[in-house]
């Protein structure tokens, strides 16, 4: 392939090495989906291969399923409850940060294919495209196309190694909250995160020759306010460095600074225009995620992560070239490079300043990591002089060098592939095997079985209940991903959860016995007291749950099943009832409200058409009281 030149920017791109690594890329994060299609047999049609260690894959796709069949932006796949002239919506995570989901869910309409299906194509299709524009943005900065080919598999196969995290966590036995390639998380952020890229290369672009300061400026500011609608760690962490950068040249460079103050000006002006309807979405939020994501009081610093012991690493060695004369503090490529190992301390330590922080964990792991392992490769390519003189003869590192790097980044991309794979091993089989209820529910769809918004699906199994309206066009009772959703008040979710429990035996001293660990029922305690008191670094005011709190909740399960009666039982009205059939003999309480057909199995789950039973008397007696410790 022919290389293109940019003869104004003083650079040819090869872009036949940034394809074949972009190619690379995709391939390596196909590995747990061909891993699942080539170990799951019979199950292995329709199935994704969720990154367990990520999570909330799950809700995002239900989200793209229902705005594949047309629902509106505002929605609820997990109620079916969704925006109309006579049931007004509030706004959502998802409704708000609706732009990768159209992007995702439009072309898959078009195309016929389903939510998972598509999250399928997203991933090698992300990562090649994030490593078309790293390619193409450290080029722009050290005009060394080998250097940029290996700095592509720097920067996006060691990103969860720059955070301490998935295999590196693991092997130092210390808790892991992001694995394999956090940017590939389907769709936030994976979607816009070459969006992202991009951004960083225009705003680079334009300060290396401050041209059309203007027009600049009104792109810069359009992607701007594509990122403001995608992922509220990306756009603040762009607005966050471009801050940075504009006042890094503003100081270094005072002769370009007219120039710079112009593109400012188109950048806030089209910003400006995304931010005020965005802000209003926000106020229209508040009240349906302030269990999920909110604003906290804080203003505790955050110095020590890893990606800013990396950042504070590569300030220190660029402070030391700028003082021997062997860096130009003017270069736009040394300012790029100074700007993006700040970053990890500006976005984890803003709190400082505004006293409000909001789950710094994520900027953690979509965001410092990668920034900081930019700096790194911009670093590595500078015109280093090794004399004072200026026509000294500038140092690199050598081909050789840059293809062992490219050999062991690629290497730990891989173990981190494999092992984030092997985390996820079970829980995907298991949905392999539970593609087939869904299949069967989204074919029963299909031939006129009608959707009731009063009735719902119970699902014996809650991580069983969370997948499946990414694949099946019905409501389900409860499922760990409801609360994030504004279908639900909090008070609702809380009795459609004891529901779950009360319907699918769990006594109190079932409940009990999982405060303690000795079960899991997965989802329950994040129903009952939200994901920031379960998952490190979302809250850092975040306090352990207490026994008190616990025993409060086990008093409140026991009243409800002890006062369980029919109009309980017929709001929400159950329609279906579907449970592994090693798991059948425990729904006793099930069948005292409800009447259960002979049943159906599909695959190794047997389906239950069930009716209220309307010959029966209130009945406040019921088993789990048997089992009730108060």
Not at 418 to 440: D, P
Not at 605 to 623: G, H, M, N
Request: with cysteine; aromatic share 14%.
């Amino acid at each position: 392939m022919q290389s293109s030149q940019y003869s104004h920017l003083d650079v040819a791109i090869h872009w036949r090495w940034g394809i074949i690594c972009g190619a690379v890329l995709a391939l390596l994060s196909l590995y747990p989906q061909l891993h699942l299609w080539l170990t799951r047999g019979e199950y292995w049609q329709d199935a994704v291969a969720y990154n367990q260690g990520l999570g909330d894959e799950v809700a995002y796709a239900a989200y793209v399923k229902s705005l594949i069949e047309g629902k509106p932006r505002r929605n609820d796949p997990y109620t079916g409850r969704q925006d109309s002239a006579g049931s007004r919506l509030p706004e959502s995570l998802f409704s708000i940060q609706f732009v990768p989901a159209y992007m995702v869910a439009l072309p898959a309409r078009a195309l016929g294919i389903s939510a998972t299906t598509a999250f399928m194509f997203v991933t090698p299709l992300v990562a090649f495209c994030s490593g078309l524009l790293v390619f193409w943005f450290v080029v722009l900065l050290t005009h060394n196309n080998h250097l940029a080919a290996c700095g592509v598999l720097v920067v996006l196969c060691l990103g969860t190694l720059a955070a301490g995290e998935g295999t590196f966590s693991s092997l130092t036995g210390r808790e892991t909250h992001f694995d394999f390639f956090p940017f590939l998380r389907r769709y936030e952020p994976s979607v816009c995160f070459p969006f992202f890229l991009l951004f960083f290369i225009l705003v680079c672009r334009f300060l290396k020759k401050p041209q059309r300061a203007v027009l600049a400026g009104f792109s810069v500011g359009s992607l701007f306010a594509v990122l403001v609608f995608s992922y509220f760690y990306l756009w603040t962490a762009a607005a966050a460095w471009l801050a940075v950068i504009v006042t890094l040249s503003f100081i270094s460079r005072p002769a370009d600074r007219r120039a710079i103050f112009r593109f400012l000006i188109g950048v806030v002006a089209i910003s400006t225009c995304a931010l005020i309807p965005y802000f209003a979405m926000i106020v229209n939020s508040l009240e349906s995620t302030r269990t999920v994501q909110s604003l906290v009081s804080s203003r505790k610093a955050d110095l020590f992560s890893v990606a800013e012991l990396l950042g504070a690493a590569v300030l220190i060695i660029l402070a030391w070239g700028v003082r021997r004369n062997s860096l130009n503090f003017k270069d736009t490529s040394v300012i790029a490079a100074v700007s993006f190992a700040l970053l990890p301390f500006v976005v984890l330590n803003q709190q400082i300043i505004t006293g409000r922080v909001l789950q710094p964990i994520h900027y953690k792991g979509f965001v410092t990591s990668y920034s900081v392992l930019v700096a790194f490769v911009i670093a590595s390519g500078l015109q280093w002089r090794r004399q004072q003189r200026e026509n000294s003869q500038a140092w690199q590192l050598s081909r050789r060098a840059l293809l062992w790097i490219a050999i062991a980044a690629f290497d730990w991309g891989f173990i981190e592939a494999q092992q984030a794979t092997k985390r996820s091993a079970e829980a995907n089989n298991l949905a392999a095997q539970e593609m087939h209820v869904y299949a069967h529910f989204d074919d029963q769809f299909r031939k006129g079985l009608q959707r009731n918004l009063d009735e719902v699906m119970l699902f014996d199994d809650l991580r069983m209940a969370d997948g499946a309206p990414a694949a099946s066009p019905f409501p389900v009772l409860w499922a760990p991903h409801m609360v994030v959703y504004p279908g639900v008040a909090q008070q609702e979710s809380k009795e459609r959860l004891f529901k779950h429990l009360y319907y699918t035996g769990v006594g109190v001293r079932d409940l009990d016995d999982y405060f303690h660990g000795q079960n899991v029922y997965y989802g329950c305690a994040v129903g009952l007291f939200g994901f920031d008191r379960f998952i490190d670094g979302l809250n850092p005011n975040a306090k352990p749950i207490t026994s008190e709190e616990k025993n409060a909740e086990l008093e409140s399960y026991a009243r409800f099943v002890e006062t369980f009666d029919k109009q309980r039982a017929s709001s929400p009205r159950l329609s279906h009832v579907i449970v592994a059939v090693d798991r059948e003999g425990r729904l006793q309480n099930l069948d005292r409200w409800y009447q259960r057909d002979a049943g159906e199995q599909v695959g190794k789950f047997k389906i239950y058409r069930v009716k209220l039973r309307d010959d029966l008397a209130v009945q406040t007696s019921v088993e789990v009281r048997e089992s009730n410790p108060f």
